[in-house]
Each structure stands twice: as structure tokens, then as C-alpha cells.
């Protein structure tokens, strides 16, 4: 296997000064992109089939093989059910060898199942990892967020503004109108009112129909042309993206959305004493992290895995937070048996 490695460094980032920034080693940073290759690989066979259900399974089987290689002494956070799921990489799931330090893991084994389902753009595997008890414990619910990119000062934007105002601020923030402003929102039903406070600011708006945990990262892409994040969508997502911008700057606030009993009650017992509270990325990430996201299908973050007659081609992101360091890798797969052995 051959890897062509571009290497950015971000400036801007918090970093840790803990000695806890010493337990994620750096050769870590290198092994979770294995993981996600081999998550992403595993989905892209079936993309463009209409089997959301089997894309997905066939993401986490391959994502668990390879934790359960790392030397890690790990338990997943955020995964995509409560213990009782446990085909899926569930809450509170033990993985690694237990051979080295103890990390928290967030995981999407693949984020945009119906992206992949339908071949669309954007679908991604994804993962977080940082040292134990320092990844927030949400459960699988809804959040609320919002996010924009590095650079502007503390208190530009605010999860309980209407939208407009939000856009009005980072307009002024940033030097520019607001027709100069673009926010990206899943296009749900449940988002028609900010869609439209927003457009009354004279603001472009992006919608997508999966993949908040990119949308995030795209507020951070200057490429993108995306200034705003906002809207409700998954708290699992949101932690991840959360690690994200961690690592590479910017903002974010995030509430979960409680709607019921049994899920305060669940909330509760995952230790999370005030449900309403608003979150900002360090309560979310705490210390070093680690984040990776390899590409399914093709989109604007990432490009998805090709297959070629003697080889598979897949594009990674990974990023440090303690370094403010980004890696895309783009690496080629010769032994394609291990890709189906494995």
C-alpha cells in the first residue's frame, strides 16, 4: 500500500498543556485512518444499490476488526445504539486490544447510509477517539446547533439568537453584507422558519438532505463558500463534529433536544444532569482528540473510494487537536485479498 500525504497545519487551535496530550500517541493518528478506510471501503461496494440497512452493517464490521486491532484500551460513547443493538457499534461497547491507553471512541461507520444507498455525494466514515472521560456521553437524540469557522471573536454567534440575528452578527463579524453570507441546514420540515429568517437577511442558504458532521467541517473549508452551520440534527453527529473543529478552530453551540420522559430518563442515567444545558466545543471535547473521515462517495470534503482492476484508491482526512495538524491522505490498496479476507 502506497500513501501520497499533503500536510496543513491550522493555526489558530487551543491546545492542551495536561499531560493527558501525552496518551494519544502519535502513531494513533496514523492507525484510525485504517480504520476508516476500511469502514468506507466496506460501504462503497454497496452504494448506489438502495440497501441503506446493509451499507451501513457492512461499515461497522469492518470499523469494529479494526478497533479491535488498535493497542487501545477503548469504549465507544457514541455509537449507533444502546447496548441492546448490538450488531451495531453500540454505547458503552468495549474495543482495542486492551494493550495500550484508555480512550473514548465516537463513531459513524458511515455517515449518509442513504447518500450511499442512492450514490449520492457526500457520504463519509468517521470517528473520534480522545483519553477517557473527556468525549461528551450523548445519547442517540436529537441536537440543536450551530457553527461557523475560526477567526472571529468569541460570542459571534449564539444557539438561542433567531437565525437572522445569527447571520446579521457574522456578517458584521466578518466585514461583509449579508447577502455574502451562506448557511448550510439539512432540509427538514422542522427548519422552514430559520430557512426564511435567514433569506430575509438577504443570506444564501445550502441545503443538504444527510451529512451534518460534513456540513459542520464545511464552515471551517473556506473552499466550501459555507460561513453557517444551523439547524437540529443528530447528537452523535454533533460530538463528532464537535472533535472536528477541536482540532482545526471555530465555534459551536449545541442543546440536545429532550422531547420526552424515557429519554430524560436515559439522558440522566448517561450522567448528563441538566438536559437543557448549552453546549460549547470544549464541554464536548475535552484535551487532545483525534478525528478521521474517510470518503464513500465523492463530495465536497472528501472524494470516494475508487476501485480500479488491481487496486482500491480511498481519500482520508485526519487531524490532531493538540497539534492543530490536518493530513488528507490519499492512499492506494494493492493487497485487495486482505480487503476481503479481513
Known amino acids: 500500500r502506497r500513501r501520497h500525504t499533503r500536510l496543513l497545519t491550522v493555526t489558530g487551535v487551543q491546545t492542551c498543556a495536561l499531560p493527558i496530550c501525552q496518551v494519544l500517541e502519535r502513531i494513533l493518528s496514523m492507525e484510525i485512518v485504517r480504520v476508516t478506510e476500511r469502514a468506507a471501503v466496506s460501504a462503497a461496494r454497496l452504494r448506489g444499490h438502495g440497501k441503506d440497512k446493509a451499507s451501513d452493517q457492512a461499515a461497522v464490521d469492518a470499523m469494529r476488526r ?8 477503548g469504549t ?13 457499534l453500540f454505547i458503552g461497547e468495549k474495543v482495542g486490544n486492551k494493550q495500550g ?18 450514490n449520492m455525494p457526500g457520504a463519509i466514515a468517521t470517528i473520534a477517539m480522545a ?14 446547533k450551530i457553527a461557523i469557522g475560526p477567526g472571529y471573536p468569541k460570542g459571534t454567534i449564539d444557539l438561542d439568537a433567531p437565525a437572522d440575528v445569527n447571520i ?9 453584507k449579508p447577502s455574502e453570507i451562506t448557511a448550510i441546514l439539512l432540509d427538514r420540515p422542522r427548519h422552514a422558519d430559520a430557512i426564511a429568517k435567514i433569506r430575509s437577511t438577504g443570506a444564501a442558504v445550502s441545503l443538504i438532505s444527510d ?30 463534529a464537535a472533535a472536528a473543529l477541536r482540532c482545526i478552530g471555530g465555534q459551536m453551540q449545541c442543546r440536545l433536544v429532550i422531547d ?3 429519554l430524560r430518563e436515559r439522558t440522566l442515567k448517561m450522567g448528563i444532569k441538566d438536559p437543557k444545558k448549552k453546549y460549547e466545543i470544549e464541554d464536548m471535547v475535552k484535551g487532545d482528540c483525534l478525528f478521521a473521515a474517510t470518503g464513500v462517495t465523492s463530495g465536497a470534503m472528501l472524494t470516494g473510494v475508487k476501485f480500479g482492476k488491481d487496486m482500491i484508491e480511498t481519500e482520508t482526512v485526519v487531524m490532531r487537536s ?8 490519499i492512499a492506494e490498496h494493492r493487497q485487495l485479498e486482505k480487503f476481503h479476507l479481513d
Open 260 to 262: 420526552n420522559e424515557a
Open 66 to 73: 479494526e478497533l479491535n486491532k488498535l493497542p487501545i484500551d
Open 101 to 118: 491507553p484508555k480512550v473514548d471512541i465516537a463513531v459513524d461507520p458511515l455517515e449518509g447510509t442513504t447518500l450511499c444507498a442512492k
Open 131 to 144: 483519553e477517557a472521560g473527556t468525549l461528551l456521553h450523548a445519547p442517540d437524540c436529537y441536537m440543536d
Open 322 to 329: 493538540v497539534t492543530g495538524t490536518v493530513r488528507k491522505i
Open 211 to 240: 451529512g451534518d458532521v460534513a456540513g459542520v467541517i464545511h464552515c471551517a473549508e473556506p473552499k466550501t463558500g459555507i460561513d453557517m452551520y444551523l439547524g437540529i440534527g443528530g447528537a452523535p453527529e454533533g460530538v463528532l
Open 76 to 88: 465507544v460513547v457514541i455509537g449507533e445504539g444502546e447496548i441492546d443493538e448490538a450488531p451495531m
Open 168 to 176: 446579521m452578527n457574522l456578517a458584521k463579524a466578518k466585514g461583509v
